[in-house]
């Protein structure tokens, strides 16, 4: 089994920044990708970003590229998401996941975290 817990999220202006982590535990053999997902209200969960923990490939939506990076620290089984440039249109629970191999469906993944919210006002 994989723990996830994310922490980070808030409300913040639109404009504003935040950063999002991700603390992975347990067997992390088992978690060689990790990914952000979104979920809004009333929308279906969506890929925001991915990342393996060997190696610097980073993965994006369009709706983020240029506003969102992607980072690790595998010395603290941590990953993070730097959100810069926040849309009201980004406001859901933030999502991190993982699993062996790295996608861009929510069905790719069997480990979640329990979700972290993000509001961004207008």
């Known amino acids: 089994q994989v723990q996830l817990v994310e922490s980070g999220g808030g409300l913040v202006q639109a404009g504003g920044s935040l950063r999002l982590s991700c603390v992975a535990s347990?067997?992390?053999?088992?978690?060689?990708?990790m990914a952000w997902f979104r979920q809004a209200p009333g929308k279906e969960r969506e890929f925001v970003s991915a990342i393996y923990w060997s190696g610097s490939t980073t993965y994006y939506a369009d709706s983020v590229k240029g506003r969102f990076t992607i980072s690790k620290d595998n010395a603290k089984n941590t990953v993070y998401l730097q959100m810069d440039s926040l849309k009201p249109e980004d406001t859901a629970v933030y999502y991190c996941a993982a699993d062996r191999s790295l996608g861009s469906s929510s069905s790719d993944y069997r480990y979640w975290g329990q979700g972290t919210q993000v509001t961004v006002s207008s």
């Open positions: 347990g067997r992390t053999a088992s978690s060689s990708a």
